[in-house]
T-cell receptor, first 114, second 110 residues
Framework: KAGVTQTPRYLIKTRGQQVTLSCSPI?????VSWYQQTPGQGLQFLFE???????NKGNFPGRFSGRQFSNSRSEMNVSTLELGDSALYLC?????????????FGAGTRLSVL | LAKTTQPISMDSYEGQEVNITCSHN???????ITWYQQFPSQGPRFIIQ???TKVTNEVASLFIPADRKSSTLSLPRVSLSDTAVYYC???????????FGAGTRLFVKA
């Protein structure tokens, strides 16, 4: 069974631009969560989608948004990029959004904002 | 909010047993405790999950005392390839939000 696939693996953008990251979950998984990982802040939860609905959102500005499609694939968008948005963005999928559901992570998208 | 506290780093030698303890004083009744392993430039990988007492799988054991305010990940006979960051995760009840702690950087020496 294929794992979680994130594309692209690397991105370089400049301040003020916007970016869209993609995540394909494991087949059959209906929940997708997004995380930002930086050396200074560690792993921080962005948001979670289940059945095309955002179920939870972390403490990030509105420039960070996401969506989930009917096939459970998800995208996240960051508008008006800032230097501080440089990070590894991780996507995780799980069967559902129950507390005990294990999250399976992709390899991440490394975003560099210049 | 349930917050986790782990040692920042630990050193060990090949073949030794390593125990990493995570403190989660505000854990809620329905919260599960999950541990992940992360190598540089990769996503975290699931190791083990438990709710209470002891859980064992082919790679690790998880010990959870009765009050559930802490948990200990036990890695038997570590090897160099176990050098990684280990995260303790407690899922929050009601919101399904997940908070990763700072993680423990384990360095295994030959």
């Amino acid at each position: 069974k294929a794992g979680v696939t994130q594309t692209p693996r690397y991105l370089i953008k400049t301040r003020g631009q916007q970016v869209t990251l993609s995540c394909s979950p494991i087949s059959g998984h209906r929940s997708v969560s997004w995380y930002q990982q930086t050396p200074g802040q560690g792993l921080q939860f962005l948001f979670e989608y289940f059945s095309e609905t955002q179920r939870n959102k972390g403490n990030f500005p509105g420039r960070f948004s996401g969506r989930q499609f009917s096939n459970s694939r998800s995208e996240m968008n960051v508008s008006t990029l800032e230097l501080g948005d440089s990070a590894l963005y991780l996507c995780a999928s799980s069967l559902a959004n129950r507390l005990e559901d294990i999250q399976y992570f992709g390899a991440g998208t490394r975003l560099s904002v210049l | 909010l349930a917050k986790t506290t782990q040692p920042i780093s630990m050193d060990s030698y090949e073949g030794q047993e390593v125990n990493i303890t995570c403190s989660h004083n505000n854990i809620a009744t329905n919260d599960y405790i999950t541990w992940y392993q992360q190598f540089p430039s990769q996503g975290p990988r699931f190791i083990i999950q438990g709710y209470k007492t002891k859980v064992t799988n082919e790679v690790a054991s998880l010990f959870i005392p009765a009050d559930r305010k802490s948990s200990t990940l036990s890695l038997p006979r570590v090897s160099l390839s176990d050098t990684a960051v280990y995260y303790c995760l407690v899922a929050l009840t009601g919101g399904f939000k997940t908070i990763f702690g700072a993680g423990t950087r384990l360095f295994v020496k030959a």
